[in-house]
């Protein structure tokens, strides 16, 4: 098992920035690889960004590409998102998750991800 919890969400403005947390517990976090998800209201979840076990590989999104940067922190047992140049159509809830099984390359699909946090907000205004 592997319990998550986001943080750093909220309201910014348009063109500014967010670092989103995302603090693991449980099963040993560097054997997992993590990503980032989001969810529009009234739209499905997304992917936005995942680093495997290492954090020697990441994959994006094309919408965040460019502006946003996943980086992880074994001994803290975090992941981040650095969100820069926020568009209002950035705005979702967030959620982590972590993925038990897969090794080299970080997959985009949220089927391979067994464990979810409860989510963060973040809100961009025009």
């Known amino acids: 098992q592997v319990q998550l919890v986001e943080s750093g969400g909220g309201l910014v403005q348009a063109g500014g920035s967010l670092r989103l947390s995302c603090a693991a517990s449980?099963?040993?976090?560097?054997?997992?690889?993590m990503g980032w998800f989001r969810q529009a209201l009234g739209k499905e979840r997304e992917f936005v960004a995942a680093?495997?076990?290492?954090?020697?590989?990441?994959r994006y999104a094309d919408s965040v590409k460019g502006r946003s940067t996943i980086s992880r922190d074994n001994a803290k047992n975090t992941v981040y998102l650095q969100m820069n140049s926020l568009k209002p159509e950035d705005t979702a809830v967030y959620y982590c998750?972590?993925?038990?099984?897969?090794?080299?390359?970080?997959?985009?699909?949220?089927?391979?991800?067994?464990?979810w946090g409860q989510g963060t907000q973040v809100t961009v205004s025009s």
């Open positions: 998750a972590a993925d038990p099984s897969t090794v080299y390359y970080p997959s985009v699909s949220e089927q391979r991800y067994n464990y």
């Open positions: 449980g099963r040993t976090f560097s054997t997992c690889a």
């Open positions: 680093i495997n076990r290492s954090g020697g590989r990441t």
